[in-house]
């Protein structure tokens, strides 16, 4: 399934809230204004994967924009209809550390890839940002989320008592990047 990643803009905004409230259980799912404040932090972007019909060309390939069509997930998954937007990553810029704050990827487009290039797209312009590593969290009972980031990297570096909601803990999972000069 082709996609691209790209920058987002603002008449995004109310899919990326629904897809985040889907996402999520009610308690996890970030209120409209607080993704907002999220999304508007100094230092943070938000990457956005939409759907297209053709695969990237070397000007989009050049300009930033990834393209997963080759991907093999991809390649095996059955067409279907899905819609313009299947994902998106907030990520934040704090001196040399990064973090990701959100990814969200619809349910019918997961495990083709999306997940794993919005991630890719967000450690790369953290990388391009001055970053040497990046920190996420993730909600202790999210096992496929948890399973995801030890495959792309990360590891545990501390579990946060109460993080979400003070009701639920999180791991404090961390990556060192690559070409950062510490690896």
Known sequence: MPF?????????????????????????????PE??????RPGA???????????ATSA???????????????????????????GFIVAEARRTTGHIITIDVIHAARRL????ALLQAAEDQLLNAGAISVALEAAI???????????????????IRGYYSGQLDALRMVKELQGSGRI
């Open 113 to 116: 890839g999306v997940g794993s």
């Open 141 to 159: 009972n999210n096992e496929p989320a948890i399973r995801f980031y030890k495959q792309k990297g990360y590891f545990v570096e501390k579990t």
């Open 4 to 32: 691209c990643i790209r920058r987002f803009q603002k008449p995004d905004f109310d899919t990326l809230w629904h897809i985040d409230q889907a996402c999520f259980p009610p308690q996890l799912a970030y209120s409209r």
């Open 45 to 55: 972007f938000t990457l956005v994967a939409e759907a297209n019909a053709a695969p």
């Open 60 to 86: 989009q390939a050049n300009s930033g924009q990834a393209n997963a069509a080759n991907e093999p997930d991809s390649q095996n998954a059955a067409p279907t209809a899905l819609p313009p937007i299947l």
């Open 35 to 40: 993704l907002a404040f999220y999304m508007r």
